[in-house]
Structures are given as structure tokens and as C-alpha cells.
């Protein structure tokens, strides 16, 4: 058996963006980093698993010297670590009878400087307000700093290794589309419709995904983020789907509405622009392009068909590494940000249309990666007509 | 047509938003603001999970005025077919303040509030969003409310109750999958995708927590998730997972044995059985939880390794949503909740030995009632499997 038996790249891959990361911290001006959110851990240190939500961890390690970072994880969750990650200095804890505040303290101690700014991935759904206040309360001589946007940004270009997950991922997220398409008929439930599609991406091989599979059929069409409800898909429906392939954590998305039967005018309608929404979006995306402007060559159409209150959406966020409850990267191809797209980029783009009043949505989209010269289509149903079971 | 898709009826919620304000008013609350999906779930029937995308929130005063919810703008069909509430505000992401738009609220319903309870320890209230709530309510107004709010869920009633029947017939699909599913030569993954499309297949909606499922050297690691591990012959095995009926869960576990047990598997799963057994027959109405995890351990103690049993015996379940399905009911030797009648729980006991790649899981989901205590699903006490 190898050292480290599920380890999902290279200890010279991890010391390399370890390197990074402390690069791009002494340049922010932190002094040390607290790294908290599984996404994180799993870049950093190799280390994956679900428990950031079960109990505290951390990853401690000053921006300059201190050597190697020193990983504290629950006793329950500690061959987890070993057959993931690279990191030597792993200590334990027992839940509810250690003193989480303290063993950290002593840590930060330790790498020192054990003052001045240090970073906390205060947005992360693994830094609660009661963890927040904890590490507070533990180490008052520090000043806590949002570094989720810093280890964010130094994942938006994937390395050959990642691109490969990734790549692997969308694979799985296409066995998803076709599984799609094979399954729906009217009659069935929409939980029956989304078992046939998870059924189909874990058989292939997929890890877990991050966010439960979305879908909405006929009158819950309107609803994003709406997950199967008791309902029967009816006949004429439009039904929409997103979900995710995963490898070793990398996500990858497919998007696609369907219809059983002719779903009317208004509905085709709606489809066609959300098709050419769609269309000029990815016709905008290519190396060097700005987010402003894909965002805006995206809502174009939808304007010019004089239903702009129907896109709430970006059109597009950047994705690699996730876990529950989120996979969207803090990369955001939207007319509010000022991105670029750059070679090595992994993102998806949505058009979707709401028309609340009338009940009515459309969802197309999928995963995108940008080459040297162009953009790649990974996984979705991308740019077509619409498919009728 | 507006609500269709509510899980309870008005009384339901009428009872618990009752029973919510008591509470407020014992604990000298002006309101609440109810970020975690669970408790929104539970008090105004708004089924998303979308609290893991961008902040949301219910507010509720200690008085008898109408309560609202602010949502963002993408999610308010998702609201408009599961809430009883009528007062529904959206706001735009990265455009409008939803922290700053929340205390308006709260204003608006409490002039001169003093003190406004969220429910701090959920995921769903990130360290910064929290930080935005403190200083748009100002004035240290901001407390903890999670205990206060998450005790509400503790004690079921009849209609939860038959959710929860339906959740555990879910995960019992799941559960006689996993016998047929778990084989020498294949893949965790691959036997994961055959007992999670039996849980959905059977009509499940989706889960808060991943599967956990690991075998051979990796039964030792809680909370493992499968691999592309290929299952070897004479590898243990362990898995865990939920069933879920209208979000209420009902957790499933079990350990097996591929192809054959060595002795020294078989013995400690029979101590880990008697273990149950001793934990279940602590759990009586009135019992403190304590006790249970008490009597768990005494078999273990006996035999010299209650060291290998480093998770608690249990927690209450009921409505979640990911990344978590845990309530704020303990049973370990710390709690100070006493058992009641209506109350529903996982009852488990791990050993974990990473020293010799070994773990074990036994146990399920067990409903209190004043009869006596009922295993929902699970292998229980039940002698190891080997497949």
C-alpha cells in the first residue's frame, strides 16, 4: 500500500500551492492563515472529507517560516487524513472534552508570529458564527482577515492534473444528460426522474456531489434552485435539471430543460431566447475576454425579446473543488465583476428565464473550460434545440 | 395556486409558531431572525436549500403580528409553493444588503428591540454574515438563539411522525440493497450508486449528508465517504445513510463482513451488539440521555476497550438539510436533556481502531413513545452479516 493510499495528487503538487498561497498571503500583508473550509483543506492539504460540519479542523500556518502547516481534526476523523493528505503534523481532538480554542492557540503559538493579521475564511459555510467566536475568544492578539477570496483566486487556473479530474468529472456529468433524456416520460415523479440521473453519474463512477440535483417540471418550472417535490410530471411540461459528475472533488455541471410533448408557444418561445441568450454568451467567451462582456453579450437577447425581469441570473461562476452545502467559486462571470478569462479557466454558464406569473422557466447551460485559442464544452446539453421525450 | 407543496396543515404550524414565541418570551427575546433551513422549514414550511447559497431569514417578534420572510429574488417561486407566510420580500444578490434589510424588519415589527436571537451555530450563518447581523441590529442586540429554536424540533407529533415512518421505509430499501449490492470485486462507488438508487428509487428526497460507506483498512475512518476501492474478500464494511420524507431524515446503518470474519471481527462485533443492546434498554421516558451512553459503554469497559469508542451513542434527527442532519439533542455522557415521549434518535455504537484498520457501526434511528422505545430502521443489536 502506497503512504498515502487515496491521495488525489503529488506531495510536490501540494507543496507548490503551498507556496503560492504564502506568496500571495505575505503580499496581503497576513501574517498567518486558519484555513478552515473543506474546499481548502482538500487544495492545500490533501485532506477530504465532510466533517468540516460535524466538528471543528483547521490547517494553521504562518505566511513566512514555521515550516510545514499542522492540521488538528477530530480523533474519529484521523484515517481519513491519513490516507489523504501529505501533512505530517496532524493532532487530534475528543469531541466535547478537549479545548478546541486552546490546542489552536498553542498551535498558532508555535508557527508564529502569534500576532498581527491572520487569515479566516470568514464566508465559508465551515466557519460558523459560534466557530468564528471561538477562535475570537482563544487568540484575541490576532487580527482575523477574509482570506477566502486570496485561496480562492489562487484555484481558478487548474493545473494538467486538475484539468484531467475535471475532465473525468464531465464525463460522469454527460452519462447524466443521456440518462436524462432516456428516462423522462410523462407519469413519472420528479424524484423518479432524478434517481434515474444520480443512479446513472454514480454508476459511472461519480463522487458525491456538493448540491442535491435540481429539477422542476411544468407549473415549478419557474423555480430555481427548486429540488424534486412529490410531483408528477405531467404531459406537454417543460422540466428542467442541473446537477453535477464529481471526481475526486471536482465538479462538473450539466444543465438541460426537456419537455414531454409540445409544452405551447409561449414556452418554445421562451426556449428560443434563452437558446440565443445562451449562444451569444459562449460566443463572447475566449481567452482574454472580460466578464462584463460576456455577461452583457448574454442578456442581449433576452432584453431584446423585452423580458429582462425574467434573468436573475449571472451567467456564469467559476468551479473546481466542492462540498455540501456549495460548489460556486468565487470567480464570477457577471456584469458587476471586472475578471478575465485566462487559459486553464473551469466554469459554468446558465441561461435561465423565470417568468414567475405565468409559471414558467427555462435552464440551459453546462461546464466550460477556456484553452489557449477557445473554449471547451465539458458537460451539459449545452447549446441545442429542444429535446422532446 | 399558491402553496401546494406544504408539508403540514395550519394547526401544525400554528402549534409550533405558539410554542415558538413562548419560548422567545421566556428567554426575554424582542424576535428571531431564522436563518438555518432547518427552522425555516420548520416554522414557516419554506422548503429550500438554498440558506447554503445566500443569506435568507424569517423573522419573527415575541408578539402576535404576522411573520416575514426575506428571500433572494431567484428563490421566490420556491417560496410561493411551500409557505403559509403571506409577507414575502426579496432582495437582489450583491446588490441589496439582506443583514441591513433584516433588521429593518425587526425594527419595524420591535421598535426600541433589545435583544433578537439567530441561530448562530448553523452552518448557514457564516462568520461574516453574523458580523453584518450584529451591526445592522446594532446595540449588542444580537444572542444566540440555536438551543432555543433547535429544542422546538425535539418532540414530534403525529404528522412528523408519519414522515418519518415514510423516511424509514426509504432507508430500509436502502438498507436490504446494501446485502445484495455488497460484493467482492467491485468498487465502494460502485456499491454506493446501487443502495443510494434504492433509497431514491423507493421515493427519497434527497439527503443532507453523503453516503458513508467504507470497507476494509478504511472501516476505521468515521464519516468515511466510498473510493474507488475495490472490496476485497474477508474486508468488514460499514455504511450509514438517510431516507428522506418531506426533509424529515431517518438514518440507517450497518456493518457486514465480505466473504468471511476473523474471529477477532466477529468478537468485537458481538461486543459492539451488546453494546447497543445495553444503550437501548437505558432509554426510557424520563431517563436522563446520559444515561444511555452510560450503559453503552459498560460492555466495552468490560472487555477494555471503551477507548475505541470515540463518537457519541446518539443524536436526535428530524428535519434537515446539507450539510448536516444532526438536532441539538445530545445522548452522551455530557448532555443534560432527559428523554421524552415523541422524541426521535440515532442510537449507534462505533469502535474505531486505526491501529488494526478496523471499524465498526451498529445501531438505527429509534422512536421514544410512552410504550417503550422503537427501532424505525437499522441492524439494531442484530449478530453480523457476511455476504
Redesign the interface.
Known sequence: ?AEVP?AAFSETEHRARLARARTALGEAEFDGCIVIAPENLFYLAGYD??????GPQALVFSAKGGGDPTLLV???????V??TSWIKDVRTY????DDVGALLAAIVQEKGPGKGNWG?E????????????LLGDALPALRFK?VGPLLSRLQYIKSAAEIAYVREAAGYANVGVAAAREALRAGM?E??L??AV??AV??A????P????ECASG??S??????????IIGPNELVHLEFAGVARRYHSVSMLTMATGDPGPRARWLYGVALESLQKGLEACRPGASVVDIDNASLAPIIKAGIGHAA??RFGVGIGIG????W?GTFQI?R?SDGVLHPGMVFYVHAWL?L?DE?L?VMLGGSYLVGETAVEQLSGAGPVELFTA | MAREYLAFGQAEYRDRMARARATMRENGLDAVIIVSPESLYYLSGYDSWTSAVNPQGLVVSSGEDNPTLLIRNYDYALARESTFVEDIRTFRLGIDNPAGMLADIVGKKRPGYARVGVDLQSPAVTGRFALDLADALGGGALVDATDLLGELRLIKSSPEIAYIRQAAGYAAAGLAETKRALRAGRTEIAVAADVEAAVRKAGSDYWAIPMEFTTGPRTAAGHGAPRPRVIGAGDLAHFEFAGVAARYHVTAMTTMAVTSASKRIRDLHRICAESVTAGVAAVKVGAPAAAAEIASLRPLEREGIDGFAIARFGYGIGVAYPPIWLETLQISRTSAHVLQAGMVFVLHTTLTLPDENLGFMQGGTYLLTETGVQMLVGDGDSPLVTV
Request: aromatic share 10%; glycine share 8%; with cysteine.
Open positions: 500500500m487515496f472529507s465532510i466533517s468540516s460540519y460535524v477530530r480523533d474519529l476523523d484521523l484515517p481519513l491519513r490516507e475528543h469531541l466535547n472534552q479566516l470568514v464566508n465559508s459555510y465551515a466557519v460558523t458564527a459560534g466557530y468564528a467566536k477574509d415523479k424524484t423518479a432524478c434517481a444520480e443512479g454514480r454508476r463512477g461519480s463522487d458525491y456538493a448540491i442535491p440535483t407549473s415549478r419557474a423555480g430555481g434552485h427548486a429540488t424534486a417535490m412529490p410531483k436573475q441570473m462540498y455540501p452545502p456549495v460556486v457577471d458587476f423565470s414567475a409559471r422557466g
